[in-house]
């Protein structure tokens, strides 16, 4: 009877080589597709290839716009206050409680640090020398946003400190925006800011730069 079931002569040891081998490769064949995109899946929160095309294309083109609006109204809004506000008097935009006065500040944001102006140009290029190297592995759009208004808002204060008076790495930045009760500050302070508040709420969702979620 066992050579019967088997077929054959000499078939009495296939039931135990021949036919798990063949039973093994059409498993095999069959559920290779499964592990080529469960691979991807399972390595998205790791740093091999697989997790790098799952997270879709790299956000550096958000960034670079996005920087590029910061600068642009910055820069502009610079130089419609210069030419037409500064040595005037005060504009009010909301009464008493918000308006447009111009001041030449050699400080930081908000007139903070008047005396580190050379300081604060090194740091600045710093900045923008470090978002350059995320850049490299930005895949997530809101980092891209974020890290675009803080380039942008660097280099809106940048180009002052360089560029304006008394001279170059240590020029006076140009703010305008006047709150009642608070440092007059300009547009690159607000990007650099709303940019910096941007980073803070993406690290506690657990949102990397390169799209990836973990979990503390």
């Not at 135990?16 to 998205?44: K, L, M, N, Q």
């Not at 506000?85 to 944001?109: C, K, M, W, Y």
Request: hydrophobic share 45%; aromatic share 6%; net charge neutral.
């Amino acid at each position: 009877m066992p050579e019967g079931r088997v077929g054959g002569d000499g078939g009495r040891g296939r039931p135990h080589v021949s036919y798990p081998r063949r039973v093994t490769e059409v498993e095999r064949t069959i559920g290779t597709p499964d592990e080529t995109t469960e691979e991807p899946a399972g390595g998205a929160g790791g740093d091999g290839a697989g997790a790098t095309a799952s997270r879709g294309r790299r956000r550096v083109g958000v960034l670079i716009s996005v920087a590029a609006l910061a600068y642009a109204l910055d820069l502009a809004s610079k130089l419609i206050v210069v030419a037409g506000l500064e040595h005037h008097a005060p504009i009010q935009v909301i009464g008493t409680v918000l308006q447009l006065d111009v001041v030449r500040n050699r400080g930081a944001a908000f007139g903070i640090g008047e005396a580190l102006t050379l300081v604060l140009t090194a740091i600045a290029a710093v900045v923008i020398v470090v978002i350059a190297r995320i850049a490299r592995r930005l895949y997530s759009a809101p980092w891209a946003i974020a890290l675009g208004l803080l380039l942008g808002g660097a280099f809106g204060n940048l180009t002052d400190r360089v560029f304006r008076s008394p001279g170059v790495f240590q020029g006076a930045v140009v703010d305008f925006i006047a709150p009642t009760h608070f440092a007059v500050f300009n547009l690159a302070d607000s990007a650099i800011v709303c940019g910096g508040i941007l980073i803070v709420i993406l690290s506690f969702r657990g949102l990397d730069p390169d799209g990836t979620v973990h979990r503390d």
